[in-house]
T-cell receptor, first 113, second 117 residues
């Protein structure tokens, strides 16, 4: 059974710092890996999707990498801003799970002004 | 463009009562999903549907019932609510999968916070 973990569970940084969020998964047989953002009291918004054949994806100040062989992904946020404060969830879509994702528990990020 | 909506946004009920959470999407996406989110567990899949009249169990289906008579609606019913079903419930939708493409994502509603007393 695929399991997804995220480290750290919570992170607090001053504005302007570069930071890295980590995601690990136990089974490398995946279609893709996705990073979501969740704001308090709201749903999830997709940030970056990396297909299994890709190594990384970039969007603005965000860069996500994927190493399937080691079962790891990182989300790099450059020059963090208070507006980046949210919970970040990692999710994988396993081969044997149809259209469904398996989610990690998330990392709660606070960027202090 | 409303996208995907959930109602009610907040619900308080008592143990043993039946509760129905509604989900509506305006994109005509084939796939729809129900998740629950609990502290320490992340999101866990309850049920999903590949099309109208086609539903299947996810990771934690016990105590829940779903139906999908129309593509745009996917209600989730707790037949006899229990305290362990206190949670935040998210509905999501996704367009028809490109089987080998792996490019599709899921679009989430704002969630329903359910408290079972």
């Amino acid at each position: 059974k695929q399991e997804v973990t995220q480290i750290p569970a919570a992170l607090s940084v001053p504005e302007g710092e570069n930071l890295v969020l980590n995601c690990s998964f136990t089974d490398s047989a995946i279609y893709n890996l996705q990073w979501f953002r969740q704001d308090p009291g709201k749903g999830l918004t997709s940030l970056l999707l990396i297909q299994s054949s890709q190594r990384e994806q970039t969007s603005g100040r965000l860069n996500a990498s994927l190493d399937k062989s080691s079962g790891r992904s990182t989300l790099y946020i450059a020059a963090s801003q208070p507006g980046d404060s949210a919970t970040y969830l990692c999710a994988v879509r396993p081969w044997n799970y149809g259209q469904n994702f398996v989610f990690g528990p998330g990392t709660r990020l606070s960027v202090l002004p | 463009d409303a996208g995907i909506t959930q109602s009610p946004r907040y619900k308080i009920t008592e143990t043993g009562r039946q509760v129905t959470l509604m989900c509506h999407q305006t994109w005509s996406h084939s796939y729809m999903f129900w998740y629950r989110q609990d502290l320490g567990h992340g999101l866990r899949l309850i049920y999903y549907s590949a099309a109208a009249d086609i539903t299947d169990k996810g990771e934690v289906p016990d105590g829940y019932v779903v139906s999908r008579s129309k593509t745009e609606n996917f209600p989730l019913t707790l037949e006899s609510a229990t305290r362990s079903q206190t949670s935040v419930y998210f509905c999501a939708s996704s367009p028809l999968a490109v089987l080998a493409g792996g490019r599709e994502t899921q679009y989430f509603g704002p969630g329903t916070r359910l408290l079972v007393l």
